[in-house]
Every structure is written in C-alpha cells, then in structure tokens.
C-alpha cells in the first residue's frame, strides 16, 4: 500500500524538514534566462527593443552557455533587475565588485550574441 507523503513528513526529524524546506527554496530560486524573461512577462521582441538588437540576438543569448559578465548584466537590467556576483565559500559569501565598474552599452555588448 503506497503510504501518503503528509505521514512520511510526521515521521521526519526538524533538521531534515528544514533541509528539505532549504532544497526547495534553492531549487525556486534557479532559473534559465529564458524563465527568468517569462516571469518577468517579458518577450524576447520586448527585450529586444529596449536593448536596441533584434529578437534572434536575444534568443541566441539564452541559448548561450557562456558569455560576457556585462552581457549578462545587461540582459538583467533590460528586465529591471541588478547583476550581483558572489563568491560563495563554507564560511560565508563575498561580493566581487571588480565587475560593477564595467559600464558598456547595450548594443556594443550585444554584438556578439548577433554573429
């Protein structure tokens, strides 16, 4: 007889409920640009016009899997948002601000995605 995931739950320690609670809360917080885009209510033509390239540009950007951070920053706040790099260690997390002083133009750094 299958057993019922809200008895297995009874059953758990408070430290796997919060590992648990932990997991899902790191997995809600990870996204493809694609998603990201989406839940923003966004279409890469939208997109597209405020970073002054074409739809196809945005799209070979989100298929990327590596690029530029000052692509990446410029992606982010075309939607409203704020780049921040962390360096993430046992003991605790660091932001790297080397890459806030990077200020490109939207086309000049959207180049790349286009060729």
């Known amino acids: 007889m299958a057993k ?10 408070p430290e796997a409920e919060a590992r ?3 997991s899902v809360e790191e997995a809600a917080i990870v996204m493809r640009l694609y998603q990201l885009r989406e839940a923003r209510n966004l279409t890469q033509v939208n997109l597209a016009n405020v970073l002054e390239v074409n739809q196809g ?8 899997t590596d690029m530029y951070v000052s692509t990446l920053r410029s992606y982010i706040q075309a939607m409203g948002g704020r780049l921040q790099v962390k ?3 046992p003991e605790g997390e660091v932001e790297i601000e080397q890459f806030e002083t990077l200020a490109e133009p939207a086309q000049n750094v959207l180049e790349t995605a286009q060729s």
């Open 4 to 13: 019922q995931w809200t008895d297995i739950r009874k059953t758990l320690s």
């Open 57 to 64: 540009a945005v799209s070979r950007l989100e298929k990327r």
């Open 20 to 22: 648990i609670r932990q």
């Open 87 to 89: 360096a993430i260690f």
